[in-house]
């Protein structure tokens, strides 16, 4: 059965500083992986994805991410944080093997302070 | 382009009831997917679609059913509704792709649905 596991419910950072949000997967085969950002009262948007290759991956709105295969995991960065990044964070896996379901974590609520 | 819709965008149901959600995928996409977000958790897959048929589902009851329409335009049926299946209900679209490289999906806004 593949998961994701965000481990951290809230992240507060004040604007200008490197944000990060964690995210760790378990799959049985090698996993394709996204990043989802949320606003309140609207659908999921797409941020990035790892499929293969390069293990940092760049996304929107200079949001980058790290696979790391040895720790089964995929952090999502920014090195300076906007008050407009401020929202809710979806890490989302899906095995290779399994081939058409997402799972996502539970999320982490990103504040970033002026 | 329009992306994903979805409608309505806000349904309020008895419990016992029935509902059906619709969700117009997003143009060129021929894959649709539902997931149920309840308050506080992350989105759960129901089940995906694709050439009209049912092609994975996820850990719901036969309450939950779909359909898809040769315009890959879907729906999402919920029988005998239960006080738990208040949440927000996505739609969520992707193009095949011949290269075999696999596409990230697309949400739609997603509706509400409140039972009570």
């Known amino acids: 059965a593949q998961s994701v596991a965000q481990p951290e419910d809230q992240v507060n950072v004040a604007e200008g500083n490197p944000l990060t949000v964690k995210c760790t997967y378990s799959?049985?085969?090698?996993?394709?992986l996204f990043w989802y950002v949320q606003y309140p009262n609207r659908g999921l948007q797409f941020l990035l994805k790892?499929?293969?290759?390069?293990?940092l991956v760049k996304g929107s709105y200079g949001f980058e991410a790290e696979f790391n295969k040895s720790q089964t995991s995929f952090h999502l960065k920014k090195p300076s944080a906007l008050v407009s990044d401020s929202a809710l964070y979806f890490c989302?896996?899906?095995?290779?093997?399994?081939?058409?379901?997402?799972?996502f974590g539970a999320g982490t609520t990103v504040t970033v302070r002026a | 382009d329009a992306g994903v819709t979805q409608s309505p965008t806000h349904l309020i149901k008895t419990r016992g009831q029935q509902v059906t959600l619709r969700c117009s995928p997003k143009?060129?996409?021929?894959?649709v997917s539902w997931y149920q977000q309840a308050l506080g958790q992350g989105p759960q897959f129901i089940f995906q679609?694709?050439?009209?048929?049912?092609?994975q589902r996820g850990n719901f009851p036969d309450r939950f059913s779909g359909h898809q329409f040769p315009n890959y335009s879907s729906e999402l049926n919920v029988n005998a509704l239960l006080l738990g299946d208040s949440a927000l209900y996505l739609c969520?679209?992707?193009?095949?792709?011949?290269?075999?490289?696999?596409?990230?999906?697309?949400f739609g806004p997603g509706t509400r649905l409140t039972v009570l």
């Open positions: 969520a679209s992707s193009p095949t792709s011949a290269s075999g490289i696999y596409n990230e999906q697309f």
């Open positions: 799959v049985s085969g090698n996993p394709y």
């Open positions: 790892y499929i293969t290759g390069d293990n």
């Open positions: 989302a896996v899906r095995d290779r093997a399994n081939d058409y379901k997402l799972s």
């Open positions: 143009s060129g996409h021929d894959t």
């Open positions: 679609y694709y050439e009209e048929e049912e092609r």
